[in-house]
């Protein structure tokens, strides 16, 4: 099969370049995300509630109790994802089905774009419950730096899923461009021939006709003296 529209999958089975895997700008924005993701969820389980004076917790956000399990709820999962798509990369050189490849690229550009959605409403939802926090109903010493990381790197996450949404659908619209879908450029490698040549490894082909005595040709000069030449008949 050609290797247009085939998604690389010419070219699978090479050998996993790790310096060349790091600077990939999907890997670059994958480890990001996923950081960012971890400082989310994580911001809000430590500090993101606040206790009243009795042994029941409020969530800082407004004390709505949906806005810090969504927080929580998105960012684990998308840390998650993270590792998940990270992993993906790692193998997709080595997949050599066309059919396969194309859904794995499909998969990473619905999900990025999904969660650059769902980052997105995140971010809206905890800046307007944040908003709305009055400090003289929740201690806000307590837990406003937490509040805030939490919404920041919300809208740092938007960014970065963007980012990887734009990279996968690159991927999908530049499928026969080699660079995009493996770690290793076409130029560390020879094109190959359609069709092998006819020499053989290490000979010259050399034409039967090279091999045909040339014809006998006798002069007077190259008989021997006394020799007749024999009649034809």
């Known amino acids: 099969m050609d290797e247009a529209g085939s998604f690389g999958a010419g070219r699978a089975g090479s050998a996993f370049d790790l310096i060349a895997f790091i600077k990939q700008p999907q890997t670059v924005l994958r480890v990001l995300a996923w950081i960012f993701s971890m400082v989310v969820f994580a911001s809000i389980i430590n500090e993101g509630y606040v206790n009243m004076g009795s042994e029941r917790l409020h969530c ?10 969504y927080g929580i709820t998105i960012g684990i999962v998308a840390f998650l994802a993270c590792v998940f798509f990270l992993a993906m ?7 050599s089905s066309v059919k396969n490849r194309k859904r794995a690229v499909l998969l990473e ?4 774009g999904f969660w650059t959605f769902l980052w997105f409403v ?13 400090p003289k109903e929740l201690p806000l010493e307590q837990a406003s730096d937490a509040a805030r990381a939490a919404i920041a790197f919300s809208f740092f996450s ?16 530049l499928g026969t461009d080699m660079t995009l879908f493996t770690t290793e450029h076409m130029s560390a490698h020879p094109p190959k021939q359609p069709y092998p040549s006819n020499d053989v490894i290490g000979q010259t082909t050399i034409p039967v006709n090279a091999y045909q005595s040339p014809p006998l040709i006798e002069t007077v000069e190259t008989c021997p003296p006394g020799y007749k030449i024999p009649p034809a008949f």
């Open 122 to 134: 995140g971010f809206c939802f905890l800046a307007n419950q944040w908003s709305h926090t009055s």
């Open 158 to 173: 938007i960014l970065t899923w963007a980012g990887l949404t734009v990279c996968a659908v690159q991927r999908f619209l």
């Open 60 to 69: 800082v956000f407004n004390k709505n109790a949906d806005a810090c399990n």
């Open 89 to 95: 990369d790692v193998y997709f050189p080595q997949i």
């Open 109 to 112: 550009m619905v999900c990025s």
